[in-house]
């Protein structure tokens, strides 16, 4: 059993190394991350700047590119092999409902994803990396749950399947008080919050992009509203972005346009 990790916080977070050290007990690792910070980096590819492949002292290979690139790189050429598995994280805060679009833990999955294979991205709930431990034992928990099934098709004793993604949340608690493992669906958040000005020492203006908004959509059934019971949140992605719901009202728009030519 093959595992590829990589991350957005870097791979000199404690995320990355506590989910390296929970998953190389279960299976063969391997860690592609970040040279740096690269967090709401989604899926960017950095197709003008040219990358550098380069080895930490623990073994870890990091890129001074976004998490995408360093999956993309990983699997088209660096590691030489193909994981049966991505895994992402874990990340220093939620990616739940709309982070889910700018998260570069997500999009370091989503990478995989696209490649065809199955990849999960892990997110702690709250910044700071408490509890950091039990949430890799929990990480541990569910992919050693999908190993038998990864290694069966893998080993041709089973039809292949089309890949999944998972987006999984997990609360920054204490062994004793996570509830356990809950699928759900994503959750909305309000708009961000309104941008940072501040004064640079050169007088100019200078901008940072505003928090998060709050939870929007967090009722029963949310990502949200699992991890805030205490629950580890599960919830399966896809890519199609299609507004399938809205697709007659455009198709008629679409008709009358063409028959006023």
Known sequence: MKILICNDDGYQASGIVALYEALKTIADVEVVAPEQNNSAKSNALSLHTPMYVQTAANGFRYINGTPADCVHIALTGLL?????????????GANMGDDTIYSGTVGAAMEGYLFGIPAIAFSQTEKGWA?????????????????PSLEAVAEGAQPSVPPWLLNVNIPNLPAGMVEGFK?????????????????????????????????KEAGEGTDFHATAQGYVSITPLQVDLTDHERLPYWAQTAARLSHQH
């Open 80 to 92: 030489g092999y193909r994981p049966d598995l991505v895994v992402s994280g874990i990340n220093n």
């Open 131 to 147: 509890h950091i431990d039990v949430a890799a034992q929990q990480a541990r928990n569910l992919v050693q749950q999908l190993i």
């Open 183 to 215: 699928v759900c669906r994503l959750g909305r958040r309000h708009a961000a919050e309104r941008v940072i000005m501040q004064t640079s020492p050169r007088g100019e203006t200078m901008y940072w992009i505003g928090g998060a908004g709050p939870a």
